[in-house]
């Protein structure tokens, strides 16, 4: 991610490893949401909803690269 900076020669500013390092932070809040999400779908016996979250957590942890052990190591407060 690119931002305007006026005092640098190019007019950029590269801040794409901040920006990288606060998007997995969101990625892994919004797994346990969909983690304990999938949980209770799958208690409540709701199928399809269980199906639509699970597909969901998947596709974030590989978009990610996140591991079970992150989700739990960076969001401590949720255990």
Known sequence: MKKLDPDNSNG???SS???????QTH???LARMLSFA??????LGADDCYL???LALRDLKEQF????????????ELN
């Open 52 to 54: 639509l979250v699970t």
């Open 65 to 76: 690269g996140l591991k079970y052990d992150d989700i739990i190591e960076m969001c401590p």
């Open 27 to 29: 990625a892994i809040s």
């Open 12 to 14: 950029f500013l590269d």
């Open 38 to 43: 999938a949980d209770e779908a799958k208690e």
């Open 17 to 23: 490893a901040g920006f990288f390092a606060e998007s």
